[in-house]
């Protein structure tokens, strides 16, 4: 399964190599990381819609995650199976908006990865 993460912060790279190691080292899950919303749209084009998760910050300067998954809902004919979208801000207004926009998913930060290598699991 190939994921695209999407925040600002670099860190969040080697957080997720370092907890999904095994699965990275089995071939059992592929990440693929954009630190902007601007450099994720760029990624998708070229990996030709093999995302099947898209994880994505909600806050960003640029384009924010709310922006990137408005535009991935309208202007991509095959959009990945899930998006998730994930922020420090547990508020009612984010998670609201994201739904309506079309997230499959919302997370908080910190984020519990236990619970989402669960939620993994339940895709592949």
Known sequence: MKILVVDDEQDVKVLFQQRFR??????ELEFVFAFSGEDALKIMKTMEHEAVLILSDINMPGMSGLELLDNIKKNYVKPPQMVMMITAYGDDENR???????ADDFLTKPLDFSLLKDKLITLT
């Open 96 to 102: 609201t908006m994201a739904k309506n926009l079309g």
């Open 22 to 27: 095994k699965e990275i080292r089995k071939e």
